[in-house]
T-cell receptor
Framework: DAGVIQSPRHEVTEMGQEVTLRCKPISGHNSLFWYRQTMMRGLELLIY????????DSGMPEDRFSAKMPNASFSTLKIQPSEPRDSAVYFCASRRDGQPQHFGDGTRLSIL | SQQGEEDPQALSIQEGENATMNCSYK?????LQWYRQNSGRGLVHLIL?????REKHSGRLRVTLDTSKKSSSLLITASRAADTASYFCATDEGGSEKLVFGKGTKLTVNP
C-alpha cells in the first residue's frame, strides 16, 4: 500500500527561479493538504483541497504561491519567483473522510 | 495561528522510563490528535481522542483530554530508543478539516 509520494525530496535553487513541488495522494483519499514546516513557525497549513476543489487557501503566504489539483491523483505547489525566506520543508498529506491525515516525507527546499 | 502548544519543548529520558508530554489549546474542539515525526520523515498519526472522551489507550500510549482546562497529555510507557522523535498535538478548528499543529516536543530516549 503506497503512501503519499512527494517529489523531489530535495530541491536547491537560486532565488528568482520557479519551483514546482509534486504530490501523489493515497488512492481513494478525497482530501489533500499542503503544509510548510520551519523551525520558527512550526507546521503551517497552506491550502487544502476536497474532491480536487480548493477549499481554503488562507494559509498561502502571498501571490507567489499557487497550488493546483488537476485530478484525484496529483497536486502541485508552485512558487514563482522563489525567495530565500521560502526555504522550508513542504509536506503533502491526504485523507479519506473521517480518517486521519497521512503525510508524505516532504520536500526540503533551499533557496539560495 | 498555533492552537496547540506542547510542553516541554524537549525531553530526554532513559530507556524503560515513561515519557509525558502535554498540549494546551485555545478554542473549542471536536477532537485532538497526536502525531509523531521521525527525523527527516513526515508525520505519522498516533491516536485521536474526541471531545466527549477523557482517556484513550493504544498499546504503550495513553492520552487524556480535559476540555475544561483545554489540555491533553500523551504518556508513552516503558519507552524505547525507537520512540525517539518529535511529538505534535493537532486540533481541528471548530470541527473543520483543518488541523492546527503545535510546535512539538522533541523526545530523546537514551539506550
Amino acid at each position: 500500500d503506497a503512501g503519499v509520494i512527494q517529489s523531489p525530496r530535495h530541491e536547491v535553487t537560486e532565488m528568482g527561479q520557479e519551483v514546482t513541488l509534486r504530490c501523489k495522494p493515497i488512492s481513494g483519499h478525497n482530501s489533500l493538504f499542503w503544509y510548510r514546516q520551519t523551525m520558527m513557525r512550526g507546521l503551517e497549513l497552506l491550502i487544502y483541497f476536497n474532491n480536487n476543489v480548493p477549499i481554503d487557501d488562507s494559509g498561502m503566504p502571498e501571490d507567489r504561491f499557487s497550488a493546483k489539483m488537476p485530478n484525484a491523483s496529483f497536486s502541485t505547489l508552485k512558487i514563482q519567483p522563489s525567495e530565500p525566506r521560502d526555504s522550508a520543508v513542504y509536506f503533502c498529506a491526504s485523507r479519506r473522510d473521517g480518517q486521519p491525515q497521512h503525510f508524505g516525507d516532504g520536500t526540503r527546499l533551499s533557496i539560495l | 495561528s498555533q492552537q496547540g502548544e506542547e510542553d516541554p519543548q524537549a525531553l530526554s529520558i532513559q530507556e524503560g522510563e515513561n515519557a509525558t508530554m502535554n498540549c494546551s489549546y485555545k478554542t473549542s474542539i471536536n477532537n485532538l490528535q497526536w502525531y509523531r515525526q521521525n527525523s527527516g520523515r513526515g508525520l505519522v498519526h498516533l491516536i485521536l481522542i474526541r471531545s466527549n472522551e477523557r482517556e484513550k489507550h493504544s498499546g504503550r500510549l495513553r492520552v487524556t483530554l480535559d476540555t475544561s482546562k483545554k489540555s491533553s497529555s500523551l504518556l508513552i510507557t516503558a519507552s524505547r530508543a525507537a520512540d525517539t522523535a518529535s511529538y505534535f498535538c493537532a486540533t481541528d478548528e471548530g470541527g473543520s478539516e483543518k488541523l492546527v499543529f503545535g510546535k512539538g516536543t522533541k523526545l530523546t530516549v537514551n539506550p
